[in-house]
């Protein structure tokens, strides 16, 4: 099957801000993928060059095996839930199925129908006139309705309260459970992510810091703590991702795809959140410049 | 895309069609009147023999229907500004602000074609709206335009005939252009409304004189020509230049008037004709006006061995629907050029 998403070298710039750098990617199919940074890591621009909203800068992206976006057969294929979940605040919640019935042959009338019946939804009422929550449920509803084959999500969760975020997670597992649609969404923690996701991307001040399978990135990375020592003299095969001294202990953060060899140290497995919280912030030491030019898109 | 165009622009289109009709049925109810009374003012004419009995009564009619005249003619030339702030300026802008466009750009259609739909229904509806209004705004006026004999008048020109069409199609390409620039609905409205206001001018007042060139008559200054005249003018000073206005053929569209000439083809001097004009005043003001309608005939057969001249600049009265169609053909290619720019743009927005 072809990869979900295939990044070579790909590059992202606003007039002088480079939003993403050198990214390489491949997503292999049939995963939910959390790509998860900090805001202005260059997530959404990620998310937008994917659906074919942007055209790269540099590198080259292919989605499902095409071009992104530009034509009818790909744009039905991949579905795109932007940030803050935008509804036309005029329209009814029927007149939402109406405008996704009218603008994709694939478009799931039932589907969609019984979503908004779930959601205990009146079809009438104007869509600026629902809560976040709804207004997030119903874009997602019209992403979903159109069958795509691909569902991007942008922060889809950030702006609900934490049950509106456990509700909408429930309703995007459901509603692509059955087609075996893969997901990407983004987010800025992966406390909101970690339920639902097998397939990580961690992207750090416009770079991809981390990607691959969670249960491969949790089985190979690992948090030894020692006497103090230097990080050169870890054995070999140990790539060190952070190193933290106190006067007598030294802890380090380190990733082996080969069992980790038996020292005298003593080793523990890291969580989701340490593992994701221990790239950004060496990310953040590596490069404190990026920081104040970190602009939330 | 078509059901989506529709449901978007359904209540401007409600709008708009009570505004038109309101319109119509207020130009309707005043223009029969108007038909009604200019001809019955006619029989009174004909069936009196005093001319100038004829002509008080259609002054009083123009008189009468002036304000309302003025006031769609200025609905008329607004039409088109309106079209491009309400109808154009949001129609990309308006997507951008509320970030819908991230929503309806990415259903199984591609910009191009919803930029499309929405550009031909709307421009459609824009340019039927202006044809639709100016219609009723040329039949309305057609008894006050036979009276004014002025179909060149800047607001007569337009408000009358083709050209609103081409201006609505215009404003509303270029309210749609700076929304899709601007990405803000109201800066896009200001500037939709700023930069129509100023090709209009341009076009009224440099281009329109000059896409055609005028006509230009060398007129002698004696008493047959001296009767016709409208004006006549010496400067305070005795080295001063004297202007005389002399009338276009009628139904043209009179474009300058040049300071009488001598046969050398040079601007005279006020000095030269201070003899003619102290006669002439020495006359007084009951000898003036004792020569009925041609006041300056004696200064004419009194200037006429100066060998004096003035050009006379005109656009023909037959080059009306000529200059009506070229001016609707140019917005209509600036209209199509900003729409040919916003395909290209629309396609690497982000």
């Given at each position: 099957m072809t990869a979900i998403l295939e990044a070579h070298a790909l590059g992202m710039r606003y007039g002088r801000r480079q939003a993403l750098t050198d990214c390489t990617l491949n997503i292999p199919p049939g995963h939910v993928v959390g790509l998860v940074g900090p805001n202005g890591a260059g997530k959404s621009t990620l998310l937008k060059l994917a659906c074919g909203l942007l055209s790269p800068s540099s590198g080259s992206i292919r989605v499902l095996g095409n071009a992104p976006g530009s034509r009818p057969e790909q744009l039905a294929r991949v579905g795109f839930l932007a940030q803050d979940a935008?509804?036309?605040?005029?329209?009814?919640v029927a007149d939402h199925l109406r405008l996704g019935a009218h603008l994709n042959p694939r478009w799931d009338q039932d589907f969609a129908e019984r979503r908004v019946a779930q959601l205990d939804l009146d079809p009438a009422q104007k869509a600026g006139k629902l809560s976040g929550g709804q207004r997030a449920q119903l874009a997602l509803t019209v992403a979903a309705g159109k069958r795509p084959e691909l569902l991007l999500l942008d922060e889809p969760v950030a702006s609900l309260d934490p049950l509106a975020r456990r509700e909408f997670l429930k309703h995007l597992m459901e509603s692509v459970a059955d087609n075996d649609t893969s997901v990407v969404l983004s987010s800025h923690l992966i406390s909101d992510l970690e339920r639902v996701c097998d397939y990580l991307i961690v992207l750090v001040s416009s770079r991809v810091r981390l990607a691959g399978e969670v249960d491969q990135i949790t089985a190979a990375h690992h948090r030894i703590v020692c006497t103090r020592r230097d990080p050169d003299t870890l054995p070999a095969g140990l790539e060190v991702v952070s190193a933290e001294h106190t006067d007598r202990q030294s802890t380090f953060v380190v990733r082996t795809d080969a069992p980790l060899p038996v020292g005298d140290w003593a080793a523990e497995s890291l969580s989701m959140e340490d593992l994701v919280l221990t790239y950004m912030e060496t990310a953040a030491t590596v490069r404190p410049a990026r920081q104040d030019s970190e602009v939330t898109r | 895309m078509i059901w989506l165009t529709w449901r978007q622009f359904r209540t401007q289109t409600l709008v708009a069609a009570a505004l038109l009709a309101a319109a119509a049925v207020y130009l309707l109810i005043t223009g029969t009147q108007l038909r009604h009374s200019y001809s019955a003012d006619l029989i009174t004419c004909h069936s009196s023999s005093a001319e100038y009995t004829c002509a008080g009564l259609l002054n009083g009619l123009e008189s009468d229907y002036n304000g309302t005249l003025d006031l769609f003619e200025l609905l008329v030339l607004a039409a088109p500004g309106l079209v491009g702030i309400f109808w154009g300026a949001p129609l990309i802008a308006g997507e951008l602000e509320r970030g819908t466009h991230y929503m309806t750009w990415n259903q199984s259609v591609t910009r191009t074609r919803w930029l499309a739909v929405k550009l031909t229904a709307i421009a459609l509806a824009s340019i039927a709206a202006a044809g639709i209004i100016s219609l009723l705004m040329t039949w309305w006026a057609s008894p006050l335009d036979t009276m004014s004999g002025n179909r060149f008048g800047t607001q007569a020109f337009n408000a009358r005939n083709v050209v609103p069409l081409g201006y609505a199609a215009f404003a509303f390409a270029l309210g749609v252009t700076l929304g899709l620039l601007l990405r803000r609905t109201l800066p896009a409205m200001a500037a939709t409304l700023a930069i129509f206001i100023a090709v209009q001018l341009v076009v009224t007042v440099l281009v329109r004189p000059n896409v055609m060139p005028a006509i230009v008559t060398t007129v002698p200054i004696n008493q047959t020509t001296m009767s016709q005249a409208l004006r006549f003018d010496r400067a305070r000073e005795v080295t001063g230049p004297v202007t005389i206005d002399l009338p276009a053929p009628p139904g043209s569209w009179n474009l300058s008037q040049t300071p009488a000439l001598n046969s050398a083809g040079q601007p005279i001097q006020t000095s030269e004709i201070l003899t003619c004009w102290n006669q002439m005043i020495s006359r007084g003001p009951v000898a003036i006006k004792g020569s009925g309608n041609a006041p300056f005939a004696p200064l004419g057969a009194c200037l006429a061995p100066l060998n004096l001249h003035v050009n006379v600049t005109y656009q023909p009265a037959d080059r009306y629907w000529p200059l009506q169609w070229i001016e609707t053909a140019l917005y209509a290619v600036l209209a199509a050029l900003l729409a040919a720019f916003c395909f290209r743009r629309i396609r690497r927005l982000g």
């Open positions: 935008p509804v036309y605040p005029q329209l009814s | -």
